[in-house]
């Protein structure tokens, strides 16, 4: 069955870094896209960024354009997301989601899978 397990996340200062990882089995990962999410306490579920099942381009929401950058290892089958320059507002447990297609990025419904979701906490 398939199966998508965030690790990585924890506590950091304002300005840090964490980066995650999604290790995904039960599906060919370098068949689909891959999405990363955020739900903020009190706040709905937010899409941060995407990548094509190939690797070949990337997407991020405004809010961590420039800070964010997501990659992936189709050997390890393994995503990762690599945040910098974290801000307080980036508190949140971060999912990973499989996409429906190769090419399905920047949505939170075109995905059929999700992980249990990581924490992240950005505080001083």
């Known amino acids: 069955q398939v199966q998508l397990v965030e690790s990585g996340g924890g506590l950091a200062q304002p300005g840090g870094s964490l980066r995650l990882s999604c290790a995904a089995s039960?599906?060919?990962?370098?068949?689909?896209?891959m999405n990363w999410a955020r739900q903020a306490p009190g706040k709905g579920l937010e899409w941060v960024s995407g990548i094509y099942s190939d690797g070949g381009d990337s997407w991020y929401a405004d809010s961590v354009q420039g800070r964010f950058t997501i990659s992936r290892d189709n050997a390890k089958d393994t995503l990762y997301l690599q945040m910098n320059s974290l801000k307080p507002e980036d508190t949140a447990l971060y999912y990973c989601?499989?996409?429906?297609?190769?090419?399905?990025?920047?949505?939170?419904?075109?995905?059929?899978?999700w992980g249990q979701g990581t924490q992240v906490t950005v505080s001083s």
């Open positions: 989601a499989k996409a429906l297609g190769s090419r399905m990025v920047g949505s939170l419904e075109e995905n059929d899978y």
């Open positions: 039960g599906f060919t990962f370098s068949n689909y896209a």
